[in-house]
């Protein structure tokens, strides 16, 4: 068949998905009509996973999980544009790892809003300015975002769903040669995340040459300005704010990845089936050997399988006490997860259950 013949199939096959598209669309839209007369949620990722499930189940043609649900995550995202548009706020600025994350989940056509810290993400959400936020909450070579943690435990926000992405650092500067660099700007965990490369290129450096920022885009930003200085960036972001690429892929692991959390106000999720569920516990303080243990005993005992647990210090006074954020399978409606939310009514904060995506 020549090209020519070739791309008309195309072209029909394209006006058959453009209409099927926009019937798709005329039944979201009744979706969203009877959402907003019963005052419910537009945001169901539950539901998004199960048909993503369900298309990936029964599919016979060349498209692999990863595509159709690339594909998908576009529709769903512009379907709920259509029943009511929702501003997403994420850890910027416009480049950031956590601007990918936010795309990954809400598509190219949603409504962002950048900021420049986590906490301001957070207070967005509170104050009504965005329905959703996207912040980072761990990466597995660093660790937990202190950050993010400590703020789930001072607001009411909760958790609507975990996004999972692997991060790629490059080196990017506008110098000519790497004599000419006077410093490097990152992100406190990019540096953390790219030492055997520092090691290698920067050792004995003062400890000013390398300058903390809120963000690896911001970094690139400051980068762009200055000839003799650098970042440690995201790709996307040094291709942003046109500052040449050196080095690709300096961190030093090749499984970098981190993980987000979305956020929300007053948002439950419905069951599906794999969900995880993170929570607070604030255990008494009573100094009685044995407090966490016998606590970790009722999870143990019901077999409910724990995933994390990360110790916060209280900061009151002037004594070691700590709180514990911990996730585990299930949802909080399980009875077993429900006898111990019931138990320890006034020691545990229900932070939220969601698809499990990692
Ligand atoms: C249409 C709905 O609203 C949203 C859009 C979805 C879709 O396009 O299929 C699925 C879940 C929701 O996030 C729905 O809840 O069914």
Redesign the pocket.
Known sequence: MSLEELRNQIDSLDNQMLEILNKRMEV?KH?GELKKSTQTV???PE??KQ?VDRLDSMNKGLLNRAAIEAIYLE??AV??NL?LPERIAYLGPEGSFTHQAAESRFGAMSDYLALPNIRSVFESIDTGRARFGVVPIENNLEGIVKETIDLLNETDLKIVAEVAISVHFTFATKAEKLSEIKKIYSKDIAFGQCEKFLNDYFAGKEDDFFVQVDSTSKAARLASQDPNSAAICSHIAAKLFDVPILFDNIQDSAQNRTRFFIIGKDFINQKSDNDKTTIIARLPEDGKPGTLMKFLQEFESRGINLLKIESRPVKEGDHFNFWFLMEFDGYFLDESVQEIMAKHASEIKWLGSYVKAI
């Open positions: 979201v979706v537009i945001y169901r539901r998004e048909i529709i769903f379907s709920r029943e």
